[in-house]
């Protein structure tokens, strides 16, 4: 079994950063991907940044491109969520997620597991 844990979420002002970390256990953890979601009050939720587990292949929300940066680190089963300039329509609760077999998009229905999220609110 996975788990996943999200961190580093809070309450920042307007134009500020924050990184959010995922750390997964389980045993044999090798994922094909992991990726980075967002759920604001209300809403759906919607896709933010993947990052290919093996390569480090990146791609990004279009709205969100150039304002945050994913990456991560093998050794340590562990993804980061880099955001930068924060927008008070940033404030949402964050979740990483994994999927297993192949898959290149972000419908939230096709990834395997989910964290249990991270909330991010940014104050004007």
């Known amino acids: 079994q996975v788990q996943l844990v999200e961190s580093g979420g809070g309450l920042v002002q307007a134009g500020g950063s924050l990184r959010l970390s995922c750390a997964a256990s389980?045993?044999?953890?090798?994922?094909?991907?992991m990726g980075w979601f967002r759920q604001a009050p209300g809403k759906e939720r919607e896709f933010v940044a993947r990052?290919?587990?093996?390569?480090?292949?990146?791609y990004y929300a279009d709205s969100l491109k150039g304002r945050v940066t994913i990456s991560r680190d093998n050794a340590k089963n562990t993804v980061y969520l880099q955001m930068a300039s924060l927008k008070p329509e940033d404030t949402a609760v964050y979740y990483c997620?994994?999927?297993?077999?192949?898959?290149?998009?972000?419908?939230?229905?096709?990834?395997?597991?989910w964290g249990q999220g991270t909330q991010v609110t940014v104050s004007s």
């Open positions: 389980g045993r044999t953890f090798r994922p094909y991907a």
């Open positions: 990052i290919g587990w093996s390569g480090g292949s990146t």
């Open positions: 997620a994994a999927v297993l077999r192949y898959y290149s998009g972000y419908d939230v229905n096709r990834y395997d597991y």
